[in-house]
Structures are given as structure tokens and as C-alpha cells.
């Protein structure tokens, strides 16, 4: 029997569900819809027979044991490999009309068959197996990797502060940017750390204490409401770190291997990237991107390997520092706009026009940045902890910096050589930053520095 469409039009998941769950912790119940996302249960295991379509004869091998997480076109389950026994992700992508692999596993395929042996291979996430299943959403991409736990869980990324750590981050770009590639959306929680210490648990300790949160019936309002587009009940997503922690069997800070992950915007640099599907988090965001936003693609440019470059930089500040290096907290993207041109310094000649009237600026009163912003003395900027004031931006960027080095980890000479690097990848202009290759042939990235201390 053919999918029975559904037409959501403005409705919202209240509008369909009676109970909705916890927002943050369960994707939105009304993107399961035609196109939209897979339901899943616990216990289920994939591929489901005749339900493979680019392998027909493939064996049920991934048994769902619990959410990870979702994201913005998937969702992202706890499985174990009952064929190789192991502990695996399973990635399930949104539904489509057709049956075809994506730009992701094709990046991903070609990273695992040609790169190994490379320096930064081992960076990068692996890639198990991929498989497309039809559903009554359509058809979905299922990607099978090894499991990473996110830095951007905060707790775990105290533990995880160390230069090597960034070292590792920088070979794991500077391999794809040899080879042509720009990940796209690099940002904390997109970097990890592997988990080795998995092998050692068994599948009846994950049973036993999964699901940790309550499970919430997925229950429509309406009587003819398409029961097999959507799951039985919403499965918010668990914190596998928290487990792990408790057990005492994270890896140690002379155990950890970071690599990146979720290749869902890796583009060829010789492709299209305007494309691109997804919006990266305004926290790692460089100023060529922000004003491709603003200026309706006029100005500025799609992302590339030197917007990489930007994002890996805040990405390293994250390991390395106190929070983020953008705020998070701005919703506004000609704030953070406003934020990239203080780190950055001034925007380049060909934006100077469209950024005054788009910050709202006054284009009156000497400062270094030609009369663009209203000026602040250094005593004013050294007295706020604040770093961006509306109607403001800091025209000396070297004490911008300064502000930024004391909330390192790192102290004495691997701060002067860490804050270094940064101001040499966190350039306004995308022509005037560093490749990633020099990252790695930076001072920081080429000493052996002691493992710093992490700041409770």
C-alpha cells in the first residue's frame, strides 16, 4: 500500500499530539511526516525485512537500544552489531522520494577506502556500513559510524582540554583541505572523542539502565491521523557521557583521540556550496558567511576551507578555553556580525558600505576602523566584561584579544603561542587566513607543551 500523505501545512506538533514531551530533549514530533523522519521504537532492529532497498538480501544487524540525538534532518540511535558485536551509531536520515546515496556517505566512503594511513585519518569518524530502508515516510539513508562522545558536552570537555587535543583537530582538517574537501559545519558538537572503553561493556548493562528518561506516548488528536508515519512513543535523547562517568570509564587525558564527525554539509570545494542544506550555529560562523546571509548572497561568500579554518579556531578555543569565543547567546545575525569584526578586525573594502547601515552604525567620529563604529577608550573596554555593547564594537582588536587569552587554560608561553595561532585563523578577511596546513606548522601545533590543567 502506497504512504498515505499528510499535509501538516502551519501545523504545529501541539496542534497534532496531545503530549509533545520535553522540547529539548525530543525532536519535533510534526517532522514525522512524508519526507520527514523515520519512526523508531526501542528494540527494533535494522534493516527490517524487505525493507532494505539497496541491498535486498542484507541481514537484521543493528538492534536500537537508545537515542543519542537528532539534528536538523536525522535522528541518531545507540545500536549494537549483532553481526560483529560491537557498539555502533546509527544515523537515520530524513525520507526522500528516491532512493540514492548521499554527498555524505560518498565523502565518507572515499575518506575510509583512500585516506587510511594518512596523517589525520585516524581524526576522522569511521564509517561502518550505510544501507537505505523504504518506510512510510519514504526512503532513508541509514549511516553506520563508531561512537563519539561530543565535546560539546561540557562536563567532558574539562577533561578533554589539551593541546594535543587541538593537534588532532588540525590534522584531521588539514587531511580533507589536502584532498579537496570542506566539511561545513564544524562546531563543538561536531568534534569527539572515541570511546574505546565500550568493548568492555555488555548489552545487558545498557538494557538495564536505558531508557533513563520517561518515554512519552505519541498520541494524535485526530481519529484519521496516519498512525504508521509516526513512533509509538517520542524517545528523548540519553547522555551516554553521564553513564560513562559514573562507571568511571571515560578515557583518560593521555587516552583521548579526538575526531570530527557529521559530514552532512562536506562538499568538494570544486562543487556548488550555496547549496548546501542546514545552517551552521551562529557561534563559529565567519564574517563572509554572516554577510552572504545579510546581503541575500550579493556579498560575502558560501562556505569554503578558509570558513573552516574560522570555525576550527573557535572550535580549539572551546577545548582550550572558558566557553565559546562567540557568543552563543545572540540571536541577531548582525550582532554576530558585529562580534566576528572585533576578533577579525575591519571588514574588507567591498562590505564597508552594506555593514555600516546594516549595524546601525554612526559613520561619524575618529576611531582606527575610518569613523565606522562609535569609539571607546581602553579604559573603558579593560573596566566592562562585556564585550560587544550595542552601537559599539572594540576597534583595538589586540586588546579584544587580551580579554579572550585570560580565559585560556593554558598559561605563560603556551597561551602567547595559542592566542597567536587563533589571531592568525580568526582574520575578517577569508584571503588573509591561515591554511590549515600552517596550523599544523604553527609553533603551538608543533611543540610538545605539558598537558594543561583543567578549571573547575
Known amino acids: ?158 577533561e578533554a582540554s589539551s593541546a594535543v587535543s587541538v593537534r588532532q583537530i588540525a590534522q584531521a582538517f588539514a587531511l580533507l583541505h589536502e584532498h579537496g574537501i570542506a566539511h561545513g559545519d564544524p562546531h563543538p558538537a561536531n568534534v569527539g572523542v572515541t570511546l574505546p572503553q565500550m568493548d568492555g561493556i555488555d548489552e545487558n548493562a545498557i538494557v538495564s539502565n536505558f531508557p533513563q528518561e520517561q518515554l512519552v506516548p505519541v498520541a494524535p488528536r485526530s481519529a484519521t491521523f496516519p498512525r504508521e508515519t509516526v513512533p509509538a512513543y517520542a524517545v528523548p535523547k540519553e547522555s551516554l557521557v553521564s553513564w560513562l562517568r559514573s562507571r568511571r570509564v571515560l578515557p583518560g587525558e593521555g587516552e583521548l583521540q579526538i575526531k570530527i564527525l557529521d559530514f552532512g554539509r562536506a562538499h568538494r570545494t570544486s562543487d556548488e556550496a550555496s547549496a548546501l542544506l542546514g545552517a551552521v550555529p551562529p557561534i563559529v560562523q565567519p564574517p563572509e558567511t554572516v554577510i552572504y546571509h545579510l546581503s541575500d548572497r550579493k556579498l560575502g561568500s558560501p562556505w569554503s576551507q578558509a570558513a573552516d579554518v574560522w570555525a576550527v579556531a573557535c572550535i580549539m578555543f572551546y577545548t582550550l578555553g572558558d566557553g565559546e569565543l562567540l557568543s552563543a547567546s545572540w540571536s541577531r545575525m548582525d550582532e554576530c556580525l558585529l562580534r566576528c569584526l572585533e576578533l577579525g578586525g575591519p571588514p574588507i573594502e567591498a562590505w564597508a558600505e552594506f555593514v555600516r547601515p546594516k549595524l546601525d552604525l554612526p559613520s561619524r567620529g575618529p576611531c582606527s576602523f575610518g569613523g565606522f563604529a562609535v569609539p571607546m577608550s581602553r579604559a573603558e573596554i579593560e573596566n566592562t566584561n562585556v564585550l560587544c555593547a550595542p552601537g559599539h564594537y572594540y576597534t583595538d582588536r589586540d586588546l579584544v584579544w587580551e580579554k579572550q587569552a585570560a580565559r585560556c587554560y593554558c598559561k605563560g608561553e603556551q597561551r602567547e603561542a595559542f592566542v597567536d595561532l587563533l589571531k592568525r585563523m580568526i582574520v575578517t578577511d577569508p584571503e588573509q587566513r591561515i591554511s590549515m596546513q600552517e596550523v599544523l606548522a604553527h609553533p603551538f601545533c608543533l611543540r610538545e607543551w605539558p598537558s594543561s590543567q583543567p578549571v573547575e
Open 1 to 158: 500500500m502506497a504512504p498515505i500523505p499528510r499535509q501538516n501545512g502551519g501545523s504545529t506538533q501541539s496542534d497534532l499530539f496531545y503530549h509533545i514531551g520535553m522540547s529539548t530533549e525530543v525532536e519535533d514530533l510534526s517532522r514525522y511526516k512524508q519526507h520527514g523522519l523515520h519512526p523508531i521504537i526501542l528494540g527494533q532492529v535494522l534493516p527490517e525485512a524487505k525493507t532494505c532497498v539497496d541491498v535486498p538480501d542484507k541481514e537484521p544487524s543493528y538492534r536500537i537500544m537508545f537515542k543519542l540525538g537528532f539534528g536538523a534532518f536525522s535522528t541518531v540511535w545507540m545500536a549494537r552489531d549483532m553481526v560483529e558485536d560491537r557498539w555502533v551509531s546509527v544515523k537515520i536520515c530524513e525520507g526522500s522520494e528516491k532512493a540514492t546515496k548521499s554527498a555524505e556517505v560518498a565523502i565518507l566512503t572515499e575518506i575510509r577506502d583512500t585516506f587510511q594511513g594518512k596523517p589525520g585519518f585516524n581524526h576522522i569518524i569511521q564509517l561502518l556500513d550505510t544501507f537505505i530502508i523504504k518506510g512510510p515516510n519514504g526512503f532513508h539513508e541509514c549511516i553506520v559510524t563508531e561512537i563519539i562522545a561530543s565535546l560539546a558536552d561540557y562536563s567532558f570537555i574539562n
